[in-house]
């Protein structure tokens, strides 16, 4: 390839969503609604279970760091699409563009592992009840939490760094509306061979292997449910696990059409609506699975409307 013409590129320009210029005002405040949304519901949860006695549980305290999560995620990728939104296209330098990328990247895999704790605090609840007070103590809980935070911030270094080192030549227009690994590799001028390489050993770590855990712990929970004798003893099994699994299919459903399928350029469009539906829609829902599916987080919501009221 002859570099003589090719102009090093410093800065990326993000134009997110096109064709949306009647529109633009409209998405904002519907995006910026939604990301109130995210903000209050998750602070909700994280407000709620170091206030509430009863819920000082492993579940509750991994749910809590779940909602820490999501907040983030959206923070990182949410107030910029709104920028790109106002003003119709955002240019972020190539530093701030591969810093997006590594807090993205971090905080996926650490919702990976986060949902993976999870599971094995169910796995343990539902079939080894007797030695759960034993097994999941709180030294233990603190050290899966701070094991899931600092694993899922340590491979993608290496994969930001990679990108990093890339050299961008002509081409410096992302149709995305945040910075990905995809729009990297497609604008870079070198080889990309060992990036990708890299991207995908770390990512199968912390993501496919974190999933076979779950899919291996639910494998476990609903043979031990099935063989309880008691009706009432399955629905009540099954109800401890069912706001997790639920999560935990939207979350890996999406993941996995996501970047599990080799991105073409006419499904662009398609690629976008499901990172919004990522970033956005999943973290938006979470909360409000959880308070519907969990009798403690709705009886301790009444008990502070209660207590506020009473004020009044």
């Given at each position: 390839?002859?570099?003589?013409?090719?102009?090093?590129?410093?800065?990326?320009?993000?134009?997110?969503?096109?064709?949306?210029?009647?529109?633009?005002?409209?998405?904002?405040?519907?995006?910026?609604?939604?990301?109130?949304?995210?903000?209050?519901?998750?602070?909700?949860?994280?407000?709620?279970?170091?206030?509430?006695?009863?819920?000082?549980?492993?579940?509750?305290?991994?749910?809590?760091?779940?909602?820490?999560?999501?907040?983030?995620?959206?923070?990182?990728?949410?107030?910029?699409?709104?920028?790109?939104?106002?003003?119709?296209?955002?240019?972020?330098?190539?530093?701030?563009?591969?810093?997006?990328?590594?807090?993205?990247?971090?905080?996926?895999?650490?919702?990976?592992?986060?949902?993976?704790?999870?599971?094995?605090?169910?796995?343990?609840?539902?079939?080894?009840?007797?030695?759960?007070?034993?097994?999941?103590?709180?030294?233990?809980?603190?050290?899966?939490?701070?094991f899931s935070w600092l694993v899922g911030f340590t491979p993608t270094l290496p994969v930001s760094v990679s990108v990093y080192k890339l050299q961008y030549?002509?081409?410096?227009?992302?149709?995305?509306?945040?910075?990905?690994?995809?729009?990297?590799?497609?604008?870079?001028?070198?080889?990309?061979?060992?990036?990708?390489?890299?991207?995908?050993?770390?990512?199968?770590?912390?993501?496919?292997?974190?999933?076979?855990?779950?899919?291996?712990s639910y494998i476990s929970i609903m043979y031990t449910i099935i063989r309880m004798r008691s009706e009432k003893g399955r629905q009540k099994a099954f109800?401890?696990?069912?706001?997790?699994?639920?999560?935990?299919?939207?979350?890996?459903?999406?993941?996995?059409?996501?970047?599990?399928?080799?991105?073409?350029k006419h499904l662009i469009g398609i690629n976008k609506l499901l990172s919004l539906l990522y970033t956005i829609v999943t973290p938006l829902l979470n909360?409000?699975?959880?308070?519907?599916?969990?009798?403690?987080?709705?009886?301790?919501?009444?008990?502070?409307?209660?207590?506020?009221?009473?004020?009044?």
């Amino acid at each position: 390839m002859n570099n003589n013409n090719q102009t090093t590129v410093t800065e990326f320009i993000i134009i997110g969503l096109k064709n949306i210029h009647q529109n633009r005002m409209l998405f904002f405040t519907l995006l910026l609604l939604i990301y109130i949304a995210i903000f209050m519901g998750n602070c909700f949860i994280m407000t709620l279970v170091p206030t509430m006695t009863h819920l000082h549980t492993p579940m509750y305290f991994y749910l809590g760091n779940l909602s820490l999560s999501d907040v983030l995620l959206t923070t990182n990728i949410v107030p910029n699409m709104l920028h790109i939104l106002w003003t119709e296209e955002e240019a972020m330098s190539i530093a701030g563009c591969v810093l997006q990328f590594y807090i993205f990247g971090s905080l996926t895999a650490t919702e990976c592992l986060l949902l993976t704790v999870m599971s094995y605090d169910r796995y343990l609840a539902i079939c080894n009840p007797l030695r759960y007070s034993s097994k999941m103590t709180s030294t233990r809980c603190r050290s899966l939490i701070c094991f899931s935070w600092l694993v899922g911030f340590t491979p993608t270094l290496p994969v930001s760094v990679s990108v990093y080192k890339l050299q961008y030549c002509d081409l410096n227009t992302i149709d995305h509306f945040f910075c990905d690994l995809a729009p990297f590799l497609n604008l870079a001028c070198s080889d990309t061979t060992t990036v990708k390489m890299l991207a995908f050993l770390l990512s199968f770590l912390v993501t496919f292997f974190p999933f076979l855990l779950i899919i291996m712990s639910y494998i476990s929970i609903m043979y031990t449910i099935i063989r309880m004798r008691s009706e009432k003893g399955r629905q009540k099994a099954f109800s401890t696990c069912s706001s997790h699994l639920v999560v935990v299919s939207l979350y890996y459903g999406t993941l996995f059409i996501l970047y599990g399928i080799p991105a073409q350029k006419h499904l662009i469009g398609i690629n976008k609506l499901l990172s919004l539906l990522y970033t956005i829609v999943t973290p938006l829902l979470n909360p409000v699975i959880y308070s519907l599916k969990n009798q403690e987080i709705t009886k301790a919501f009444e008990k502070i409307f209660i207590i506020k009221s009473g004020l009044r």
